[in-house]
């Protein structure tokens, strides 16, 4: 049975110091230690060749240069260049660019962004720069030329959007690029020509060097320009340019310079003859000026096979694997060179094998095209017109197949591939895997190579499974070059090669080793340590335990190239999806950590997560489809987050809840709960998710109901009566079933004041679940019972509304106000009307005492009086106050309107001394003059409409009358004032009379004024009644008249006042008269 857990930490320590081991011992074995053979193409099964006569290039008559003519192979594209012309040639597609006025000496294409390409064409005056939109034909969206000083010969690819531009003469500069909306182009050129000083620059201008070729080596960012003269060393300083650090004189038959590939620190200089020298680096030191110094020196040169004779090489191409192709133009020849065992002839040892073929046209260019997940590098050879022909150079593993298939496993075949050794046998046993060889046919090998040796307590892997090593390592160490590269277009593209050739090698081997029971570990490795390739056991070694041993390690290895694939495959789509802001996120990541160590130092389930969830957080649509529909091969974290998008996605509120409340436990165990409430709240916001979860969560850990109650007041809180009643009747629904859980949600229900906004939130939901309390002891409790029973007893609820209203307990004035005025609603009594008469004046009161308080809030010596204030209002606002406390309150404040209030409480008791509703009455009417600025007679014609008719013990009219006389009216204008109030006329009558008999102090009314608005409102008068008072009055005039002397000296504008009320009463004395 395959263990599941094949994540040993110790494996994997193993593995990455073996990993760091072996590229110490590559990079000191570049001195090229193999002998050289050659053979005919048609006998060396590493080679296939191919005429390709039928791909010719479109409209190749426009291509009619005669001095300028090279083609290259970039991104899947052929660029054609014939003095001012250039063609782009696609798969199935193709398109001239226009003529320019200059020979174009380069091109470089490549993908920028997902329907983008950037064209850069290289000419004698400068560069041209555009924009392209795939389609067909592609669409220039911006374009920028930009001169220069010399030809532009060369043009690298650069990381963070820069391009070098090699000149003809041999200097170098940078041009960086930049897109902006993915609509406009930026370019921007600087030069930089090395250490020269002055005089040198000067000399310059007479110096015979000129560009030959270059290359760019990107793991120690360094560039080698060869000239006619020399090879120099340009490198990258910390601030991102490039400095010319080195140089060495070269013989003039060098022609061509080709990068170390994997090899770091080593290049390789061609000659005319064929003759390839390796150029070495030393001395790589950071300056402290940013500059890396560094020096170069060539090795021995190392020639073709003695019976190679060239002169005029040409071309030189390399492919990543390390193969060469050569052209020599004298001969008409193309060499291809590569190492291998050539087992078919008996070598079993590694050989470098060069093989030559002549080519029936003109070649113009050499070209890999790549080398493809099975291991075959392509090569192309061009001609005038074409491709000429198509080269292949074959893996071990591809000749092993071919072999196979050819004459069968016979003993012959098998025993030359057992003479390989286990290591390098390994190697050719997965190759014939790849091309669909039966791992029946290949499992005698594999039983040879997979072998462990054992001696006690001691277990060494077999020689195979350290080739299985160095083939994943080679693998991940080549996509971890990328991994750790600065930005640049193509990155995401090559990320994405890469990472398929990981997954296919992952599966090969998978498929390779499974069958066999080569990952078969029935139990972990926990009694086992591991150093390299050697494990050491505390118990003896048995060649079962060795295996499932070596089992163990395997599935580590395998796994960790199950990682690396999927950790590239995830950043490739991420910077796809980010788009123009890719560059930043490749500069905060770039060079922190090599893949390596991130594959076997590390937990990847980690970077795994975070790059999916930094896909999904720009994503949406295809990439969350693709991710789901891979998801098993992402860690569980991984997973739930593109479940939860997936869903998110469709738009199904509902089961995108039930997933993650089904996970619950799996999301706060993973750290995925606020990532995934957060997503889902975003996307549902009427759903309540937060509050959903967390409940769901209640019921696997109880002992968080004070987080879960924390939660849930600051859910509801400032929310809509209808947000909280929908939240609450979730939550009460979610806890019935449980009792501890329900008793600790309605305490905390009763543990908010009456004061709470959410008080007929909680007492409607309390009263749709049948809650009881029998004993409610506090005033929260006492309101949610009345308010349970206000239907079916409403006596007893509004008893204790009532209660609550007039309680001694500090309670909000609002609040007592609302029980008050449900106390009325269902069971009208007179103490809780004149309970809410009393809580309303209370309110009033309190108004009119912070008004007073804002008056007096600048003024520092009033603050005694202000503290005092203060206090009022606490008693106002908070506890029920007593008619008489409430009264001396109001009279407190009657300057600022308290009388109002006061005559409001007077107002229903009729026993209230007419004394003190004088006294009141003018209070009321001082403030309503004095503060408010009312006129005198409308603030008595206010007041008497107010009071008169609904004074219980009967409204006093001699106060309005002293007040507007001192305020200087005249009788007769206030009674005109009286009955325009709504007083009756008999009441004025009554009033007034009490003047006339000199029982009314304060009043300076004269006889005539008092008797002139006796007679008036005598006039106003209907009724029987009328004639008694029209009677008595003309009697007492009469006695006025001729009684002078009897009371005091009449004026002489009293007496004149006199008889015209006997005037005015006459006619109404003989229309009583007549009428009885």
């Not at 796809?576 to 950590?593: N, T």
């Amino acid at each position: 049975m395959r263990s599941e857990n094949c994540d040993g930490a110790g494996a994997r320590q193993a593995l990455l110091h073996y990993a760091e081991k072996v590229s110490v011992q590559s990079e000191s074995n570049n001195q090229y230690p193999l002998r050289t053979l050659s053979c005919p193409v048609s006998q060396c099964l590493f080679f296939d060749i191919e005429g390709d006569v039928n791909h010719t290039w479109p409209s190749s008559s426009l291509l009619n240069g005669t001095s300028h003519y090279q083609i290259k192979y970039q991104s899947g594209v052929h660029l054609v260049m014939s003095d001012n012309r250039l063609l782009i040639v696609y798969l199935d597609r193709h398109f001239f660019c226009p003529p320019y006025s200059s020979s174009v000496r380069d091109a470089h294409i490549q993908p920028c962004g997902r329907e983008q390409s950037l064209l850069v064409v290289g000419l004698a005056s400068g560069i041209h720069v555009m924009l392209l939109h795939e389609e067909s034909p592609p669409k220039v969206l911006d374009d920028v030329f930009l001169e220069t000083p010399q030809s532009v010969e060369k043009m690298v690819s650069l990381e963070d959007n820069r391009l070098i531009l090699c000149y003809g003469n041999t200097h170098v500069g940078i041009c960086r690029l930049a897109t902006h909306n993915s609509q406009k182009l930026e370019a921007v050129l600087t030069l930089k020509q090395g250490p020269r000083r002055f005089l040198d620059a000067l000399a310059s201008l007479w110096d015979a060097k000129r560009y030959k070729d270059c290359a760019y080596c990107s793991t120690n960012r360094s560039l080698l320009v060869l000239s006619n003269v020399d090879l120099t060393l340009w490198m990258s300083t910390s601030t991102g340019d490039l400095t010319a650090v080195s140089s060495v004189a070269v013989y003039e038959s060098s022609v061509a310079v080709l990068p170390g590939f994997g090899i770091s620190g080593c290049a390789m200089l061609v000659h005319s003859d064929g003759g390839r020298q390796p150029v070495i680096f030393e001395g790589s030191t950071a300056a402290g000026s940013g500059v890396v110094a560094a020096n170069i020196k060539l090795a021995q040169r190392r020639p073709l096979p003695s019976d190679l004779h060239f002169d005029s090489v040409q071309y030189a191409c390399q492919s990543a694997t390390g193969a060469v192709l050569l052209y020599d133009s004298r001969a008409r020849v193309v060499v291809v060179i590569t190492s291998g065992s050539p087992i078919y002839e008996g070598v079993c040892d590694e050989v470098e094998i060069a093989s030559t073929s002549p080519v029936s046209d003109l070649v113009v260019g050499l070209a890999c095209t790549g080398e493809s997940i099975k291991g075959c590098t392509s090569f192309v050879v061009y001609g005038r017109s074409g491709i000429l022909c198509r080269i292949g150079v074959r893996s071990l593993g591809l000749v092993t197949a071919d072999l196979l298939e050819r004459q069968g496993s016979n003993g012959k075949i098998l025993i030359s591939l057992l003479n390989l050794g286990g290591k390098r046998g390994i190697e050719a046993v997965v190759g014939a895997c790849e091309v669909g060889i039966p791992v029946g046919t290949l499992s005698p090998l594999l039983n040879e190579f997979m072998r462990p040796t054992f001696d006690g307590c001691a277990l060494r892997m077999a020689p195979g499974v350290e080739g299985l090593v160095t083939i994943v390592y080679r693998r991940i160490i080549e996509a971890g070059k990328l991994w750790s590269s600065h930005f640049s277009w193509d990155l995401a593209v090559n990320l994405e090669s890469v990472s398929r050739c990981l997954g296919e090698c992952h599966r090969i081997l998978e498929l390779l080793l499974l069958p066999n029971g080569w990952l078969d570990c029935p139990m972990q490795q926990e009694h086992v340590a591991w150093q390299g390739l050697v494990a050491t056991s505390s118990q003896q070694f048995t060649m079962r335990s060795a295996l499932n041993s070596q089992a163990f390690f395997l599935n580590v290895l395998l796994k960790g190239l199950k990682d690396a694939h999927s950790i590239c495959k995830l950043y490739a789509i991420l910077l796809v999806e980010l788009g123009e802001e890719a560059s930043a996120f490749v500069a905060s990541i770039a060079g922190q950590i090599c893949l390596e160590r991130v594959v076997w130092g590390n937990d990847t389930r980690a970077v795994i997560t975070s790059l999916c969830m930094n896909i999904l957080e720009c994503s949406q649509g295809e990439v969350v489809t693709l991710l789901e529909s891979q998801k098993d091969a992402l860690p569980v974290e991984a997973q739930r987050a593109v479940r939860i998008h997936a869903l998110i996605m469709k738009g199904d509120a509902e089961v995108a809840l039930s997933y993650a409340c089904e996970n619950i436990k799996s999301l706060r165990k993973e750290g995925l709960w606020e990532y995934v409430e957060g997503k889902l709240d975003a996307a549902f916001p009427d759903y309540m998710v937060p509050l959903r979860l967390l409940i769901c969560w209640l019921r696997h850990d109880k002992s968080s109901i004070e987080a879960f109650l924390t939660a849930l007041e600051r859910w509801t809180a400032g929310r809509s009566p209808d947000q909280v009643k929908q939240q609450l009747r979730l939550v009460m629904q979610s806890v019935l079933s449980d009792a501890i859980l329900l008793r600790n949600v309605v305490n905390w229900i009763l543990g908010h004041t009456l004061e709470d906004d959410r008080l007929m939130c909680f007492a409607e939901i309390l009263e749709e679940h049948p809650l009881g309390f029998e004993d409610p002891r506090t005033l929260p409790a006492l309101f949610y019972s009345c308010w349970r029973d206000r239907l079916r007893n409403p006596q007893v609820a509004a008893r204790g509304f009532g209660d609550i209203a007039r309680s001694k307990q500090r309670v909000l004035l609002s609040v007592r106000i609302r029980c008050a005025n449900l106390a009325l609603e269902y069971a009208s009594k007179g103490v809780d009307r004149l309970t809410y008469v009393l809580l309303l004046l209370q309110e009033e009161l309190v108004k009119i005492v912070e008004g007073a308080l804002q008056s007096f809030e600048q003024d520092i010596s009033s603050r005694s009086w202000r503290e005092r204030a203060t206090c009022h209002v606490d008693e106002l606002r908070y506890f029920y106050l007593m008619e008489r406390r409430l009264f001396e309150l109001a009279g407190i404040y009657k300057k600022y309107g308290g009388a109002k209030v006061q005559m409001d409480i007077l107002k229903v008791h009729p026993e209230t001394p007419e004394r003190v509703t004088m006294e009141v009455l003018h209070d009321l009417l001082v403030n309503l003059v004095h503060e408010r600025g009312m006129p005198a007679v409308d603030a008595v014609r206010s007041v008497v409409r107010e009071y008169h008719g609904g004074y219980a013990s009967g409204l006093p009219l001699l106060p309005f009358a002293l007040f507007l006389a001192h305020n200087g009216e005249k009788p007769e204008t206030i009674v005109e004032v009286l009955l325009c109030s709504g007083v009756p006329a008999a009441v004025v009558f009554d009033a007034f009379l009490r003047c006339l008999d000199e029982r009314c102090d304060g009043i300076t009314f004269t006889t005539g004024g008092v008797v002139t608005a006796l007679a008036a409102a005598v006039v106003n008068m209907s009724g029987e009644g009328r004639g008694v008072y029209v009677t008595y009055l003309l009697e007492r005039v009469h006695k006025f008249l001729e009684s002078e002397q009897r009371f005091a000296v009449l004026r002489e504008d009293d007496v004149k006042q006199l008889q015209q009320a006997e005037k005015l009463l006459h006619p109404a004395f003989l229309s009583s008269r007549n009428q009885a």
